[in-house]
């Protein structure tokens, strides 16, 4: 008879369901909200216990166990512009995981064994933590891989934009999906928070949170003497806005990664681009700025 820990199967599970929502989430280039991460694992963990306690065991039900994993990604993913997204690559996660596990006991392993849905091992838990730890990278790494190549996912990271003698560093998300182009020269716009980048311009043209708001005033305000040929109005359409309109700046330079392209127009939006804080800015892909 298998005799099953309880303090184990909790946090065998947990950390599964962690680190799965993890890296459905960078792999979905969304901000990385860990305790978010973590009550949805902690939910997972609870679930796995819950199915062995007496008196429960219907809770093994397909449809129980489809509301537990509606109820982790709302946990984890709530509010999110991509909550489709990331439960689609939780779900290929666990498969994959789930098949690992299923193809370890198949040649002989001792170690994770899957029943009634939910990760169980019988290891010392330092093993265990060890073990889940290199699953997570290697299907980080091969997930990263294929969507990376399907076009699925965007990218955060760090650039750093210059004006003068000036810079301000940024998180960016790149995002094939950002269609906002120059209609002057067609090359496409990079949208940053325009509270972020405050440090490219001198005080008495740094444009405020009511310059953002009210672009068309600001262009008259700030737009003085050799910083007329910098500021510009950019027309936009989005959900919800039919004509609307951003102020921009022509910034002389933009590197990531050691790589230096500009310069580049930079749309500043009044409002947080990220759901969650996760990055500052939406750029395209360096091949196209």
Known sequence: MTVIYVDTLFLLNALV?????????????????????????????????????????????????????????????????????????????????????????????????????????????KVVLLSAAVCYGVLTLVFQRLVRHSGVSGELVHIKLILGERSAGLTALVDTGNTLTDPVSGRPVMVAEGERVAALFPREHRPGPADLRDPSAALTRLGTGEWRSRFRLLPY????????????????????????????????????????????????PMDMI
């Not at 098949?99 to 064994?113: D, E, H, K, Q």
């Not at 609307?244 to 009044?270: C, H, I, T």
């Open 237 to 284: 359409r989005s959900v919800g806005v039919e004509r609307g309109l951003l102020l921009a700046v022509r910034a002389d330079a933009l590197e990531r990664d050691g790589q230096r392209r500009g310069p580049v127009l930079v749309a500043l939006s009044p409002t947080p681009v990220s759901d969650g804080g996760g990055y500052q800015a939406l750029i395209g």
């Open 17 to 125: 369901d962690y680190l799965l929502l993890l890296a459905a989430a960078r792999l979905a280039g969304e901000p990385l909200r860990r305790i978010r991460f973590a009550l949805g694992g902690a939910l997972g963990g609870l679930y796995a216990v819950a199915i062995f306690l007496p008196g429960l065991a219907f809770l093994a039900h397909p449809l129980c166990r489809l509301a537990s994993a509606a109820l982790m990604l709302l946990t984890a993913y709530g509010g999110s512009r991509r909550l489709l997204r990331q439960g689609i690559l939780f779900i290929a996660l666990t498969c994959a995981f789930g098949g690992g596990v299923v193809a370890i006991g198949l040649l002989g392993g001792t170690g994770l064994s899957l029943g009634n849905g939910v990760f169980y091992s019988a290891l010392d838990i």
